[in-house]
Every structure is written in C-alpha cells, then in structure tokens.
C-alpha cells in the first residue's frame, strides 16, 4: 500500500472539516455504520455521541490504563475509581490509517454521508439533552488536531453556560501535525492552557520509524516529528499524557528500540515514561477485514514489545514512583493539580 503524505491529506482534511465562517465543525453520525456493531451503547445525542466506559483494567498481563479515568477524577474531585463514563463526539478525519483503528476508515475521510456540521453549541445542547449527562467529554477522532480550533471553541461554550467547573475536557491528538501553532491564536491557545479542567493523550505510534510507518502508513521520517510536536505541546503547560502503540511487524532490535524510545521520551522529560501508557491493539470489527500473517505477528510482537518496555520502567523508576497515580506524576511543563 503506498505511503500516506502526511502534510497534503492533513491540509485536505482540514479544509474539508471545519467552516470557519461559521463555527462548525463536521463530526461523525453513528446511526447506520460499522462502528455501531461494536457500542456497547446505541449512539446518542441524535446519532453524534457514544457513552463510552473506560475501564482501568486490562487484559492478565498487560499494564491497567489509567486513563482518562485518574485525571478527570482529580480534576473533579472524584473518589478513585475503576471505571468511568464519557460523552464521546468523533470529529470525521483522520490523516492517518493505522490498521488497527477501532474506527472504519468510512468514517475517517470527511464522508458527508456519515456526518454532519455542528457548532460547539449544539454539540453541548445535544450533550446536555440527554437524562445524565457523563461528567466528562472526549473530544476524539479522527484526529481533532486537524482542527485544533474544536477544543477552545468548546471550552468557550462550556464556560458560557457556566459548565467549566462541573464537566472535565479530554482530547485526543496522533501527533501529526502542528496545527495547534499554525491555526490557533493567542488567544486560542491562552484559553487551552488556563483551562482548569482540560487533560489532553497524544498517541505515539510505534517505537521507532519502522514500526511507526507500519501502524499509521504515514512516512517514517515523521515518526521523529512526533517528539518535536510532543515537546513543543509539553511546554505549553497543558495537562498531558501519552499512549503509545507497540506493534510491530518485526522484532530485530526491538530491545534496543523501546529503550531509545524510552530515553527519547525522557530527554522531553525525566517522568514523562510514567505518563505514558502502552494500548494493547485489539481486534474490533473493522479490523478483521485488514488483518494479514503480518500483521498478526505484529499483534504477538507487542507482547515482547510490552516486555522491554515494563523492564526498562524498573530499572529506571523506584517502585513508589510507578505506583503514583499518572494525575499526580510531576512533568515540569505541566500545571500539576496536586
Ligand atoms: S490516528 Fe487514530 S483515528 Fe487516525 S487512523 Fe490512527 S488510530 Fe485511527
């Protein structure tokens, strides 16, 4: 399959997916597509939303996720908990194609036929119809990045309504592109950074550039890229936290690779391993159709992957500084709310 070209399709993309001129933004509609077999939920707020449950635990062996559950329960007050309901909203583009995206790639390209245009304000009023509304929204893709304006303008709307104490914002971002300092303004970008209830997860894709073209299809030279937008994002201040997908469809070097990794995570900043959190790839319906001998052997791999990784975080960490709660452990970049 040819290699995406990250920068054209981000560029086509965002023009396709946001009105300027009048604040909207085109966001996903669930009713009739794939990703509807695999919701545990029907879809609501008129076909635009999903209740999604973030459940800490994973699968025996593999790391519990942590988020967002620990940041939206700090930032609201919340008792530690093992579960957590949210109000997903999916925006309709993604630049990138990893093979084992949950969402149908039908639902990645800006296809009217699966969404529609929506201001932040009736995203709200759509959220706030329902009878209990979840004490938390997940702004999700796609990649939002692609139009970074969707976080301040929702912020802007929650803060009008008077919601900004009561709601936690969480926000998903493939460190792809730099659209948050292109597109953004001052202003914008103030509102992100001073925002109290706001934690953001940038996914990084892969451990180095190989495995990193491998999952998302985009170039290898842009696996670097994503350290420089990561570091940028963290000066800022802003709440963050990180994913990274460890599939690959080889294993030679592989213990060399997840500790370059991991040192390239810690020369941004000495904790920030303990705000990342490996996602183990698992098959959801749209994936069945993409699976070849490669790229299950990528989904054996990851469990080696996983091995070096939770290694290296022991011989790097003390016990109690991998026990602390990812809200709590310290960047020096970021607004930590202990
Ligand atoms: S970057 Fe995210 S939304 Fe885009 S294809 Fe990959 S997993 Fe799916």
Redo the contacts with the bound molecule.
């Keep these: 399959m040819a290699l995406i070209n990250t920068d054209a399709l981000s560029s086509r993309y965002r023009a396709q997916s946001i009105d300027l001129i009048n604040r909207r933004l085109l966001i996903t509609n669930f009713h009739n597509t794939e990703q509807e077999q695999d919701m545990t939920e029907p879809a609501n707020c008129s076909g635009f939303g999903r209740i999604r449950h973030f459940i800490r635990e994973k699968r025996p062996g593999w790391p519990s996720n942590p988020l967002p559950i620990d940041p939206a329960c700090k930032a609201l007050a919340l008792p530690p908990s093992e579960i957590l309901r949210a109000q997903v909203f999916q925006n309709a583009s993604?630049?990138?194609?990893?093979w084992?995206?949950?969402?149908p790639?039908s639902l990645?390209s800006a296809n009217r036929k699966y969404s529609d245009w929506l201001t932040p304000e009736q995203i709200i009023n759509l959220y706030l119809e329902q009878t209990d509304p979840p004490p938390m929204i997940d702004l999700?893709?796609?990649?939002p990045d692609l139009v970074p304006e969707w976080v301040p303008w929702m912020m802007a709307e929650l803060r009008n309504r008077g919601l900004e104490q009561s709601i936690y914002l969480w926000s998903?971002d493939?460190l792809?592109n730099d659209y948050f300092w292109k597109f953004l303004t001052d202003e914008d970008r103030e509102l992100i950074t001073s925002y109290r209830n706001y934690g953001r997860v940038c996914?990084f894709?892969g451990f180095n550039s190989q495995s990193f073209s491998f999952?998302?299809l985009a170039e290898p030279e842009i696996f670097e890229r994503q350290f420089t937008l990561f570091g940028n994002l963290l000066a800022t201040g802003i709440d963050l936290y990180a994913y990274i997908?460890i599939t690959t469809p080889s294993t030679e070097g592989i213990n060399d690779d997840v500790r370059r990794f991991i040192d390239r995570l810690q020369l941004l900043d000495e904790y920030l391993p303990l705000r990342t959190v490996p996602l183990e790839v698992e098959i959801f319906t749209p994936v069945v159709a993409r699976l070849d001998d490669i790229k299950r052997d990528a989904l054996k791999n990851q469990w080696l992957a996983l091995d070096v990784w939770q290694k290296e975080l022991e011989n790097r960490f003390s016990s109690e500084d991998r026990a602390r709660n990812i809200a709590d452990v310290p960047l020096k970049g970021s607004r930590i709310r202990i």
Excluded at 94 to 98: F, L, V
Excluded at 140 to 143: N, P, W
């Design positions: 993604c630049n990138w194609r990893c084992y995206c949950f969402v790639f990645l999700s893709g796609g990649q998903d493939n792809s996914c894709k999952n998302t997908t």
